[in-house]
């Protein structure tokens, strides 16, 4: 599975900005896909992700913010992030998971989000 995401950028804290990935390959067996998040000197954490049956999960921080939705096609997922917060700022990545008896974890490149005024 080959993970491809845009959007990303510099953007007044307050703005929005929106966040696609579309996955390649082998996607058949992919059942679920998501948001992870890397600020400087943290490490990793989840954002959002969405099941192949449409169920979404947040994190705190995010909830109420952002929105994790299917695209027209299914082997995409978007983010719209809302009320964005200088906290926000971090490489983004995307995240697909193949059930292949276990779940078999694949990632896109990061893409920068920079909240600052």
């Known amino acids: 599975v080959q993970l491809q995401a845009s959007g990303g950028g510099l953007v007044q804290p307050g703005g929005s900005l929106n966040l696609s990935c579309t996955a390649s390959?082998?996607?058949?067996?992919?059942?679920?896909m998501g948001w992870y998040r890397q600020a400087p000197g943290d490490q990793r954490e989840l954002v959002a992700t969405?099941?192949?049956?449409?169920?979404?999960t947040y994190s705190p921080p995010t909830e109420g913010r952002f929105t994790i939705s299917r695209g027209n096609a299914k082997n995409t997922v978007h983010l719209q992030m809302d009320s964005l917060e200088p906290e926000d700022t971090a490489v983004y990545y995307c995240?697909?998971?193949?059930?292949?008896?276990?779940?078999?974890?694949?990632w896109g490149r990061g893409t920068q989000v920079t909240v600052s005024s």
């Open positions: 390959g082998n996607i058949d067996s992919i059942v679920v």
């Open positions: 995240n697909a998971a193949r059930d292949l008896g276990g779940l078999v974890s694949y």
């Open positions: 969405l099941t192949r049956g449409g169920v979404p």
